[in-house]
């Protein structure tokens, strides 16, 4: 039996251990201050624990300061699995925190309590991210129940923070701790995919938040000659936002959607009564843009149509950015790609291609830096979705393609 075959069969004998930590994650909702949570601590501290139970000895933290949370810290966890050569590492790269769970009459199910049915897992996180968490974490195990060393160092990293930009997570680890990193390092991030776990990502849009605020004059209801309405200004420029889909309006089937998307979401709670004018209005953009549109001439092009708008309603209009990220792409024959491709197509026997992806994901701060990193998954993509699920074959078959790559000479 060959050192896959014996990893393969100890993970395929693991799925009740998985869904038991899938079960414990899912227990801790890690929760940005942002989103109204206490942060990761608590889960990093059970997933902590249980590394250690199972066997991991090298685990270390590298906590980001945040006052905001209980404990003060944002944590970053590593555990190393040691190779036979360290001439470089193979990381897995999986973040801690959640999104909110949004509107509870939404879920048929405990969004905090792991239901599994008809092969699936039911919780929030539970495919974003802790699928891709669990398949690194078990990929890993089975190479240290087994007593069968990868061909090079392992390491396993938790990350903080990364469904609020990051700042918490990686970003602190490239600023403070980058000597943990080498260029000739493999990184693989699971954390976007397809149903079929055959798409690697390569290149994401240019990610690009913005909270609006539109300041007028607060008036009553029956008399907005004596006031100037925020909402309805700020609504004109969501729509006037949104028409820049038809200025960028480059298409790239890389991508999917092959286009720039500009979408308002969020908006904050302005008066307290219908009968009352606005003097202030808060909406949020959010942005994914081509590759190919320098973020400059975007910003340029938005405060034309800011202008635009403040002239029109007497308004003023204040902008921020909440994220703007723009990274170049992996090369589509780095060795990530060729290592990754190979393991897909040792444990699946079907061939890998690669994409581009419209989400945010922490490999953009890695491109960023010089870092090949490589997105990859087998998901039915219910991230950020009521009754979100990971479907456990999923879990169990990208487990055996991590460790297919760790095994790799």
Not at 16 to 37: K, N, Y
Not at 145 to 158: N, S
Not at 197 to 224: D, F, N
């Amino acid at each position: 039996m060959s050192d896959f075959d014996t990893v393969r069969n100890h993970i395929r004998a693991s799925v009740g251990e998985m869904t038991a930590l899938q079960t414990l994650l899912t227990a801790h909702p890690a929760l940005a201050p942002e989103s109204g949570g206490d942060g990761e601590l608590q889960k990093c501290i059970a997933l902590e624990q249980w590394l250690a139970a199972h066997g991991f000895t090298d685990l270390r933290r590298f906590d980001a300061p945040d006052d905001r949370v209980p404990g003060n810290v944002r944590p970053n966890l590593i555990a190393t699995v040691p190779g036979k050569s360290d001439a470089l590492t193979i990381w897995v790269m999986a973040h801690l925190d959640v999104v909110p769970v949004g509107e509870p009459s939404r879920w048929h199910t405990d969004p905090w309590t792991v239901t599994e049915k008809d092969g699936r897992l039911y919780g929030r996180g539970t495919e974003d991210n802790q699928q891709g968490l669990v398949s690194g974490v078990f990929a890993a195990l089975s190479l240290l129940k087994t007593g069968i060393a990868p061909a090079y160092t392992v390491r396993l990293l938790f990350m903080a923070d990364e469904e609020c930009g990051s700042a918490y997570g990686i970003r602190s680890l490239l600023d403070k701790h980058g000597d943990l990193f080498r260029k000739q390092d493999i990184i693989v991030i699971p954390d976007g995919g397809d149903s079929k776990g055959e798409t690697i990502e390569i290149a994401e849009k240019t990610i690009y938040w913005l909270r609006v605020h539109t300041s007028g004059t607060q008036c009553h209801g029956s008399r907005p000659d004596e006031g100037t309405n925020a909402c309805l200004a700020a609504s004109d420029l969501a729509l006037r936002l949104h028409d820049l889909e038809r200025h960028f309006d480059a298409k790239d089937p890389l991508f999917t959607p092959d286009h720039s998307t500009f979408q308002p979401t969020k908006r904050d709670a302005n008066v307290g009564s219908v009968n009352i004018i606005p003097g202030d209005d808060v909406f949020y953009m959010d942005c994914r843009i081509l590759p190919q549109y320098p973020l400059d001439d975007v910003r340029a092009e938005i405060q034309k149509r800011i202008a635009a708008v403040e002239a029109q309603y007497g308004v003023r209009i204040d902008t921020q950015e909440i994220q703007a990220e723009q990274s170049p792409a992996t090369p589509a024959d780095a060795p990530v790609v060729q290592r990754l491709s190979a393991a897909i197509r040792q444990s699946r026997g079907i061939p890998a291609r690669t994409i581009g992806i419209g989400g945010g994901t922490v490999g953009a701060y890695l491109r960023c830096k010089g870092y090949h990193a490589a997105v990859w998954s087998t998901l039915d993509e219910r991230a950020h979705q009521p009754d979100e699920y990971c479907v456990i074959k999923n879990m169990v078959s990208d487990a055996e393609t991590l460790a297919a790559l760790f095994l790799q000479a």
